[in-house]
């Protein structure tokens, strides 16, 4: 399933419609992301991997992040669920 940020990438992600999977469904999650510094860390991580072992696929840094709570899988997101996630979101700030 694809992933989408509310708020971050204005409707839009990297692989299709937002927030919607190939299959059409949606998983909705709440997910930690690292700072710009650990992304650069992970890629020069990823590229030395790379060369040691001749990958030729980059990481997608976009993505990178740690799933902490799933709330839901969605044929159609639920306006009510997502409020209620962005409600709950802006209360751990």
Avoid: W
């Amino acid at each position: 399933m694809d992933q989408i940020s509310f708020d971050f990438d204005h409707g839009q992600n990297r692989r299709g419609r937002a927030g919607e999977s190939r299959n059409g469904g949606h998983r909705l999650f709440f997910a930690l992301r690292p700072a710009t510094t650990v992304e650069r860390q992970a890629a020069s991580i990823a590229d030395d991997y790379g060369k040691t072992f001749c990958l030729s696929a980059t990481p997608r840094l976009t993505t990178l992040h740690v799933s902490v709570i799933g709330i839901g899988d969605y044929d159609v997101l639920p306006e009510d669920v997502i409020f209620a996630a962005r409600q709950a979101g802006a209360t751990g700030s």
